[in-house]
């Protein structure tokens, strides 16, 4: 009864695991790596081709382009420069019209003063007479003071007035044009 059911199972030997069993596995490594890589770079490159293929992209604008881009910034630079320097001329006339219009305030306050401070223009005679320009003087200090004080008022009311036509109603700082802390009294 012996057909080989118990006979010892075969073991390879120590030469067979040797070198050769070494060279065929760091082979088998080599093909397996290299196969890999070219797995990897075929897959990635598929992947992008895909992904450039399936997203629009927009060209590169010629040099052309480019040019004529810059030609038009430096007309709109050009309109800017013209808009300011406009303004700055419109500016300088205002300021001359402001620049008048005190002058000329100047010389009505001067007029109605007499261009003498404490000196009360005299009155015209009914006629017109013809006597020339004679000072008068106050009676006492306290009528020189008050004369003072009303045209320094009359000042302040044509100044409120020239204010109120430059600035915005919005910024009147009261109701009827004074300002809040009026003149002594």
Same mark, same amino acid.
């Given at each position: 009864? &012996? #057909?080989?059911?118990?006979? =010892? =199972?075969a073991v390879p030997s120590r030469a067979e695991t040797g070198p050769a069993a070494r060279w065929r596995a760091a082979t088998l490594l080599g093909i397996g790596g290299g196969v890999g890589l070219a797995l990897g770079v075929a897959v990635t490159t598929g992947v992008s081709a895909t992904y450039q293929f399936l997203t629009p992209?927009? $060209?590169? =604008?010629?040099?052309r382009d480019s040019v004529q881009v810059l030609y038009e910034?430096?007309?709109?630079?050009?309109?800017?420069? &013209?808009?300011? &320097? !406009? /303004? /700055?001329? /419109?500016?300088? !006339?205002?300021?001359?019209?402001?620049? @008048?219009?005190?002058?000329?305030?100047?010389?009505?306050?001067?007029? @109605?003063?007499?261009?003498? $401070?404490?000196?009360? =223009?005299?009155a015209e005679k009914p006629g017109g007479g013809g006597g020339g320009p004679t000072v008068r003087k106050a009676p006492d200090a306290f009528a020189e003071l008050d004369a003072e004080i009303k045209s320094l008022e009359d000042t302040q009311a044509i100044l409120n007035?020239?204010? #109120?036509?430059f600035l915005p109603k919005a910024k009147e700082p009261a109701k009827d044009g004074q300002r809040a802390t009026g003149p002594p009294k």
């Open positions: 009864m &012996q #057909d080989g059911a118990n006979d =010892p =199972p992209t927009l $060209p590169l =604008p010629s040099a910034l430096n007309e709109l630079r050009h309109q800017v420069n &013209q808009l300011n &320097q !406009e /303004k /700055k001329l /419109k500016g300088r !006339e205002n300021d001359e019209a402001i620049s @008048r219009a005190l002058s000329a305030l100047a010389s009505t306050v001067r007029a @109605r003063s007499g261009g003498a $401070p404490g000196v009360v =223009p005299p007035t020239i204010l #109120d036509l």
